[in-house]
Each structure stands twice: as C-alpha cells, then as structure tokens.
C-alpha cells in the first residue's frame, strides 16, 4: 500500500526548477570540502512529528489528514511503520530517530509495553533490511505518562525511577537491535516547580546515578553508540537541571560522566534558554562535547518550543559554520525535530516542509564553507587577539606572570589604545556572502 501516491521520490532540480516538490539547492551528491552534502548534512527524519503529530494546540484539536488515521493500536503503528520507509525513500534521508512510544503503543502493564515494542521493532528491522535508511538515535519518553509527573530520574518516588530505568534499559536493547549510531537522555520531567517540596541535591545525585547505571549497562550489552544530552529550559517543568549546554557540562563533569556523554542540541531551545543556536553549538564545540543537532526554529514572537522547520538561513549558515569547525557532527545528525503548522495538514505538506529544511541547510553548508575557505572571520578574529601572540599577552596565555608582573607592566603604560569589533560590517559581509551564493545558484 502507498500512504503518499501523489509524492514522487524527490529529486535535486536545482534553483531554476518550478518544481515544488524538488531539491533546489540540496544535492546530496555535490562535494563540498571533500565530502558530500550527504555525508556531512547527515539529515534524519523524526518520527514523532512527522507520523504522530496530529496538529493539535492548547486551544484546538487536531487537523492532520493522514492516511492511517482510520486505524488504531497495533494496526494504526504498523502502517506508521509503512508509511515511514515510504517517506524516507522518497524524501532521501540516511536516517530517522524515535521515541519508543512513537513506533508502538504503551500497553496496561511495562510486559505489555515490552511486547508491542519487540513487534513493531522486529517489523522495523525488516523493512531496514531492504532500505538505505538507519536509525540515528532513539529515546524514551519519560515525560508523557501521568506517573512522569514528578520526573522520572529524578522523581521522588523510587518505584518511579525503577519504571524509567526499565524504559532505558529497553531502549539500550532496542537501539543495539537497530544499529542506532547515538542514544538520546532529553530530561523532559527532569526539573522542579518549586524548592518548597524539592531535595534538589538528591534528585541531582539521583539523575547521576541513572546515568552511571546506563553506561554500565551499555557496556554490559556491547551497546557502542554516542550518549547524548540533549539540553532544554523550563519547559515543561519551570527550573529544568538541562538548562543549557553550560549547565549540562557542570552536572557531567561533578558527576564524572564527561567522558561518556556529548550534547544533542536543538536551536529552539538554545533561544528558550535565551542563547543563539551558534552560542550553543560553539559551547559544546570548544569543549569537544559537540555530538548532534536537533534541526528547527522557534518563533521569537511567541515563547514556547514551537518546533518550526528551520528556514532561517542566516541561522543555518552560522550553524553549518561551527559543525564545519568541528569536522562534521561524528556518529550524529541533522534530526528535524520540527513539525508543519497546525494549517500545513496535507500529507504532501511533510514533504514541503522537510524540502525547506533540507535545502536551507544546504545553503547554510556552502556558504559557510566559502567563509572558512576564505578565512574572512578568522582572520578578523585572529587579529583582533593579536596581543596575546606576543609580549605580556603571550606570557597570559604561556601561564608566565602574575599580579606583581601585570601590575608593573600596567604601570608603564600610556593611554590604551582598542580595536573597533567592526559587528555590523562582519554581518554584511556573512550577508554578501548569502547573497552571492544566491546569486551563483541562478547561474
């Protein structure tokens, strides 16, 4: 059965195509830097907004149009699972990830749920036998069920945090199962409303504690993928412990566990958490724990996660700038943890979106290429340090003074002399290259 018959597999056609259901500027087979757009864009679809997402708000029920939506249970999760491979063949991404609910229903018992998934993952297996795609990452979601209410890791009831290591537990199997490259830790429950009723110092330890367990268990199982975190603020819960990247690498490196984790960062919640996309690529980035993104937008008008398919150019190239910095994203991906608006209900509209997403990432790619190739930032930036290449900036830096030797030097000096940042003329310049490459593309 064909879930999406008026969708074709989608092609590269170029910038002059009218095509909409085409490629205009990702072409998976280009080289840029001596890899393809494949091999470094490494995009996944997400399953959960793209198969389950019914379109639903806070003030109005669902508008989706999907062809399984007739069916339910097990019926209605196998014919997701058609449905999937049939998108991701046609839409051309190496990779999608998942929650475990996303593929298969919780049962009334965690036996039942075990079975359900082991059905589902069984059929998934076979339909990766015949495809291309592969599993980027899973997770499980510890924070929609009522018994999440107080956490999960960190709940302070015992019995909860022994259901959720049992979830993880199953998880670990599944992704080993899968071949997953990376396994996802998003802490959606994992914070607290208020001190009143909060041992914060247990429920932090607590949360150490599962990590620990899920690292020895990996390597109990041979389980070999990347461990992530994926960092987000106050929502749900008001104060989240995975605030943001710099928060995120406090908690790993007290509890000894930096050296098994990396982050999975979504732009919609860097600027939740009031940083740019860039500010938490590049934190994770210069402290090595850069692993995978989670590619969307947020709306600045509005102040939730409102998981938007990434657009922003501007954005994707200063992003593609510090994964490009970073030699590539690893094990990890381009996830688009986006979904289309509540208006965009057609089936073919999944299309449309992921096509605007993979080809501003696409953009971003060569255009940040070219800034590096042409050094235009870092040689700005180089020369604006340039005084801690030599003299008493070159003894900072060397660990070679102190306080009395500064102290001196700052004595014998005359008036201080700085450089202009020059902000609004680096931003044109990232502009004209934009535009260039605009411009080149209609050649």
């Given at each position: ?5 008026n ?26 830097g ?9 995009f ?5 907004h793209?198969?389950?997402a ?6 109005g029920?669902g ?7 007739h069916l339910t ?8 699972v ?11 991404v ?5 929650h ?7 049962g ?17 297996q ?25 956490g ?6 015992a019995?909860?945090f ?8 199953k ?20 914070g607290?409303e ?5 041992d ?17 268990y ?75 993104v ?6 600045m008008?509005i102040?939730?996660d ?16 510090e ?8 094990s ?7 979904k ?31 800034l ?15 005084s801690y290449?030599?003299?008493i900036?070159?003894?900072i830096?060397?660990g ?16 201080i ?9 680096l ?6 290259y ?9 050649r």
């Open positions: 059965m064909s879930y999406f018959n969708v074709s597999n989608i092609k590269y056609e170029g910038s002059s195509s009218s095509n909409p259901l085409s490629f205009k500027h990702y072409n998976p087979e280009e080289v840029i001596g890899k393809t757009m494949e091999e470094t864009l490494r996944a679809v997400a399953y959960w793209t198969f389950q019914d379109g639903s708000d806070p003030f029920v508008t989706m149009l999907r062809p399984w939506d249970g097990m019926d209605k999760a196998k014919a997701r058609e449905a999937a491979f049939e998108f991701f063949e046609k839409i051309n190496p990779y999608f990830c998942f475990e609910v996303d593929i298969a229903p919780e009334r018992t965690l036996a039942e749920t075990y079975k359900n998934l082991d059905e589902i993952v069984a059929m998934i076979e339909y990766m036998k015949t495809s291309q795609v592969k599993l980027l990452w899973n997770t499980a979601n510890n924070f929609t069920n009522p018994r999440w209410l107080h999960a890791a960190t709940a302070p009831n019995d909860v022994a259901y959720a290591a049992a979830k993880v537990k998880g670990l199997e599944i992704g080993k199962e899968l071949g997953a490259e990376n396994y996802v830790f998003w802490g959606g429950r994992e607290y208020t001190l009143l009723n909060t914060m110092k247990l429920e932090l330890d607590n949360l150490a504690r599962f990590f620990h367990m899920a690292v020895d990996a390597k109990e199982i041979g389980f070999t993928g990347q461990f992530l975190i994926e960092p987000k603020p106050k929502e749900p819960t008001k104060h989240q412990y995975d605030f943001d990247v710099a928060t995120g690498l406090a908690f790993l490196q007290k509890y000894d566990l930096a050296d098994h984790f990396k982050f999975n960062i979504e732009a919609n919640h860097a600027t939740l958490a009031g940083h740019t996309f860039e500010h938490e690529l590049r934190t994770a980035r210069i402290n090595g724990m850069l692993g995978s989670d590619a969307n937008q947020g709306d008008l102040g939730w409102t998981d938007e398919f990434p657009t922003d150019l501007y954005s994707t190239t200063l992003a593609m700038y994964i490009l910095l970073n030699d590539g994203l690893g990890g991906g381009l996830n688009f943890d986006a289309v608006r509540r208006g965009s209900f057609e089936p073919e509209d999944l299309f449309h979106a992921h096509i605007a997403g993979m080809d501003a990432f696409a953009v971003g790619l060569k255009v940040a290429h070219r590096l190739e042409d050094r235009v930032l870092e040689d700005f930036i180089s020369d604006r340090y340039e290449t030599t003299g900036g070159l003894d830096v060397q070679n003074t102190d306080f009395h030797k500064l102290e001196q030097y700052a004595l014998s000096l005359g008036e002399k700085n450089k202009s940042g020059r902000q609004e003329r931003k044109a310049i990232v502009n004209q934009l535009l260039e490459a605009q411009v080149a593309s209609v």
